[in-house]
């Protein structure tokens, strides 16, 4: 397959997920998603279609081949790639994945049991468009055969994949959680979009905000009544069981927190928090801010401010919206997959 041939079968996945998601195809998508869900009971239909969303708008033909074109087009020897997958959020591996296949490679594809239904599901749609991809893709529980590794993790099977995948080309990831910053200048529909960042996937991505940064003296009211239009979280069961049993440790243990009857907001210095909880910190001057999130800039996946104002930091509810160029840990795993050759 040459790059022009693999570029123009995302592209057909990209308009296939767009054609899934019609209301005239509710159906199908209903079905997978209920499927999804058997697989992985965090996985409602609510995020499933976000998940397919997002997949199918960074394979829109334009942008992405403005990506890709800034890359080597073929590699000199197609390298077996192996790719641990995270499954915490719905198809969260696909990035990964596409980066693999797009620059020329094999995939080795172990996947998350967390996110096997979905994952399996868009590779073989891939396949299904554009059979030559059967070649270059492989579901497989061990990755000995690859000559180079990609791994998502917590910090415990980082130090385990860096043991196993060291003396091979690899990235390895590790935890990271994402920031948001207040300056008590936003307005309420500002603040209720960042309830997307906060809310979506319940927490369970390192794009999901876990905590924020709010100037002294900030009203925390105000953004508790901006983000009551996420209540519905609660309905899911298992979000509730975080959010009572949370809320009993902070009353068991007298920690002052603010409580919206389906979010518990307490100050602390860590950086993630429970589902259900959000932590925050204060800072006294704009130098203050910086010095804090420097700090802590090697565990931050992304920062949101309104607007986008703040340097390097997306809009409130666009954490969850990446770029292609937007990757993971900060780590351009197309121009790594390029030196491959």
């Not at 340097?311 to 292609?324: N, V």
Request: glycine share 6%.
């Amino acid at each position: 397959m040459t790059y022009a041939d693999r570029l123009a079968a995302f592209v057909a996945l990209g308009q296939r997920l767009t054609a899934l998601l019609d209301p005239a195809q509710a159906d199908e998508l209903t079905e997978l998603c209920i499927r999804a869900r058997n697989n992985n009971p965090w996985f409602d239909a609510p995020n499933v279609r976000a998940a397919l969303e997002g997949v199918a708008e960074l394979l829109r033909e334009e942008p992405l081949r403005q990506w890709a074109g800034r890359y080597r087009p073929e590699p000199q020897a197609p390298r077996l790639v192996g790719v641990v997958m995270a499954g915490n959020i719905p198809l969260v591996g696909f990035h990964d994945a596409l980066c693999v296949l797009l620059s020329g490679h094999h995939l080795l594809a172990k996947l998350s049991s967390d996110d096997t239904l979905l994952m399996r599901w868009v590779l073989s749609e891939l396949t299904r468009l554009e059979p030559r991809f059967a070649d270059a893709v492989q579901l497989v529980e061990r990755l000995n055969a690859a000559d180079a590794f990609i791994a998502t993790g917590s910090d415990n099977t980082a130090r385990y994949f860096e043991y196993y995948f060291g003396k091979k080309p690899h990235i390895i990831r590790r935890n990271r959680t994402s920031l948001a910053i207040l300056t008590g200048r936003e307005t309420p529909h500002e603040l209720g979009l960042l309830g997307a960042d906060i809310f979506r996937y319940y927490g369970l991505g390192c794009r999901n905000v876990s905590k924020l940064y709010a100037p002294v003296g900030y009203s925390f009211p105000l953004l508790l009544d901006a983000l009551q239009p996420w209540h519905h979280v609660l309905h899911h069961n298992r979000y509730q069981n975080n959010y009572d049993y949370n809320k009993s440790i902070l009353l068991v243990n007298a920690v002052p927190h603010l409580d919206s009857g389906f979010l518990l907001l307490t100050e602390s210095a860590r950086l993630v928090s429970p589902i259900s909880v959000l932590h925050y910190s204060t800072y006294t001057t704009e130098i203050d801010l910086v010095d804090q999130l420097t700090d802590v800039a090697a565990q931050t996946q992304c920062l949101v401010s309104g607007g986008g104002q703040y340097p390097g930091s997306f809009a409130f509810g666009r954490a969850q919206h990446p770029g292609l160029a937007d990757y993971a840990d900060g780590v351009d795993t197309m121009a790594f997959l390029a030196d491959l050759s």
